[in-house]
């Protein structure tokens, strides 16, 4: 049976959705042009007043806003509130540059809160769950968010917070933790250790996973799915919008539901900004309709995605996201040629390697170099050095077929690739150093 947290708002019929973007959208742009001098100026730059602004159908007359607008006008330029309506900051885990940060009101808040709510009863989630939250807690919004979402459903809740895996297997078991929370390759590695423990997925208490944060493929899904013993789904979102939540996987597990009620999802070309018609891949823009502290106007997210408005068989009437192809700031040229690590990661997940793997860019004499360095598992490891170039060759041959280029494949020993607590960095770029 599928549960929903608000299901009037998640089931609504697509013309009340519509009437509540366009109703919302032209609050909003009110609000910011009077409120936030930054954003009239860039409004006045392309010659459009809240006048102009009469419906959803109007929001590509607006300009579009970037990470660089946000650097610029860090760290109060975007505010719409004064700061002492303001009861919370959070900021991304951004490693370049200033860091972004988020203001919410209490409002904010709750709204951000209730889109996790709707996540955790998408997965199964009721006030009878135990929901281990093991996303970074602090500035990053993984662990906050989904911990007020967790409380809003009711669910037991554990804000375990990332980190010492022991812990958290014994939080795991000994309080019967039935929801997981945390990235894909955190999942990944506590299954992998539960395994190690000798502990089978039957004896596993959990049920269901909400894993998102970073890019994570249908093969590392099913790898999760079956150490654990779960359903696995994916979450996403972003610090700039609220964090967790701007999206969430239903049963159906093809792709999530965008909370059209606060957010409106456009596909633009990237290179254009010409908005592409429903199922195009291109760059995903999102305008927050209901925030009131940090409301963004078109926000580019760099993230490569596809939207579709099927008929869902969950029953939800919100607009569907595809798992985001890869950012197309992570996106990899190399030698001419657009590389994104989940295409890498299919070829070695479908070859039945770990998704414990490391992505080595590099120049040499001129000449881009690929360097794939993928673990064995222990059961395929051997000293065999035929063995081992054979099935390095099967990967090299994998790897041309999917990307169009050779790659060199180096097989390392088990548990030689550092494991990730948050978000995995899976990709070296030499060539930026
Ligand atoms: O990662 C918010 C979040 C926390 C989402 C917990 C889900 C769960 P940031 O640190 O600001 O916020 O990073 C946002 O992460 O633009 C995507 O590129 C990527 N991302 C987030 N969720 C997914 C996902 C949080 N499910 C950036 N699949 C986004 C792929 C994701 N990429």
């Avoid at 039957?202 to 493929?217: C, M, N, R, V, Y």
């Avoid at 909370?259 to 291109?282: K, Q």
Wanted: aromatic residues 8%.
């Amino acid at each position: 049976m599928e549960r929903y947290y608000q299901p009037e708002i998640e089931t609504a019929g697509r013309e009340q959705i519509k009437a509540w973007q366009d109703e919302r959208l032209v609050k909003q742009v009110k609000h910011i042009w009077d409120n936030v001098p930054y954003y009239r100026k860039k409004m006045e730059e392309k010659g459009v007043t809240p006048d102009d602004i009469k419906s959803s159908d109007d929001l590509y007359k607006l300009p579009f806003v970037t990470k660089d607008d946000l650097r610029e006008a860090y760290p109060y330029g975007l505010l719409a509130k004064p700061l002492s309506e303001c009861v919370r900051i959070q900021s991304t885990s951004g490693t370049t540059g200033k860091r972004v940060v988020a203001f919410y009101t209490q409002h904010d808040i709750d709204l951000w809160e209730e889109c996790c709510a709707r996540a955790i009863m998408a997965a199964g989630g009721t006030n009878e769950d135990v929901c281990q939250v093991s996303y970074g807690y602090g500035l990053f919004t993984g662990g906050p968010g989904l911990n007020g979402g967790s409380h809003k459903v009711g669910c037991l809740t554990i804000p375990a917070s990332s980190g010492n895996t022991e812990r958290q297997i014994m939080f795991i078991m000994d309080l019967q933790a039935t929801i997981l929370c945390c990235t894909p390759s955190y999942a990944a590695y506590i299954g992998e250790t539960m395994k190690e423990m000798g502990l089978t997925p039957d004896q596993i208490p959990l049920k269901a996973g909400i894993f998102g944060a970073e890019a994570w493929s249908e093969e590392m899904r099913q790898d999760i799915q079956n150490t654990l013993g779960i359903k696995a789904y994916d979450i996403y979102g972003l610090t700039e919008l609220s964090g967790p939540g701007v999206s969430f996987e239903c049963s159906a597990q093809t792709g999530m539901h965008i909370n059209e009620d606060h957010f409106i999802a456009e596909i633009i070309d990237p290179d254009t900004g010409e908005v592409l018609p429903e199922g195009s891949v291109g760059e995903l823009v999102f305008t927050s309709i209901t925030k009131e502290a940090f409301p963004l106007l078109r926000y580019r997210t760099r993230d490569i995605c596809k939207l579709t408005r099927e008929p869902c068989p969950c029953g939800r009437t919100h607009v569907k996201m595809c798992k985001p192809m890869g950012r197309s700031d992570d996106m990899l040229i190399i030698r001419g040629v657009n590389v994104f690590p989940s295409q890498i990661e299919t070829v070695l997940l479908n070859n039945g390697y770990p998704a414990n793997y490391q992505i080595i860019v590099d120049r040499v004499k001129n000449t881009d170099t690929l360097d794939v360095q993928v673990e064995m598992t222990p059961e395929m490891f051997t000293d065999d050095i035929g063995e081992i170039e054979r099935r390095q060759k099967v990967l090299v041959d994998g790897l041309r077929s999917m990307l169009g280029l050779t790659a060199k494949v180096t097989l390392v020993a088990p548990k030689s690739i550092v494991r990730s607590e948050g978000k995995a960095v899976r990709v070296i770029d030499k060539r930026k150093i």
